[in-house]
């Protein structure tokens, strides 16, 4: 079993950065690891994740702008966000999964494992 916990989110400036970190417990290298997030009165949606911990998959609002990484020494997901918009403003939730198979990777519901969430503001 993985316990996850986000940090780093916080307010910045529209055009700014900001890195996530996502702490983990548990058999951390063995699992898919991403990041989601929810807007608002929006559900949750995918944003990045490391397939396996190895290949990189990105949403299409954020590529380009985003980065995931992992160090499974430390047990830390990171999320490196640049070019910062309104449209980034949301809560920032780390997921994990042993099972997970490619296809399922973009939806939320397929994940076992959750952080309690970061929010990150961003101002214009």
């Known amino acids: 079993q993985v316990q996850l916990a986000e940090s780093g989110g916080g307010l910045v400036q529209a055009g700014g950065s900001l890195r996530l970190s996502c702490s983990a417990s548990?058999?951390?290298?063995?699992?898919?690891t991403a990041w989601f997030r929810q807007r608002p009165g929006n559900e949750r949606e995918f944003v990045a994740a490391?397939?396996?911990?190895?290949?990189?998959y990105y949403a299409d609002s954020v590529k380009g702008r985003v980065t995931i990484s992992r160090d499974n020494a430390k047990k830390t997901l990171y999320l490196q966000m640049n070019g910062l918009t309104s449209e980034d403003t949301a809560v920032y939730y780390c997921?994990?999964?042993?099972?997970?198979?490619?296809?399922?990777?973009?939806?939320?519901?397929?994940?076992?494992?959750w952080g309690q969430g970061t929010q990150v503001t961003v101002s214009s």
């Open positions: 997921a994990a999964d042993q099972s997970i198979i490619l296809s399922s990777i973009w939806s939320s519901r397929n994940y076992d494992y």
């Open positions: 548990g058999p951390f290298s063995r699992y898919t």
């Open positions: 490391l397939f396996r911990g190895a290949n990189p």
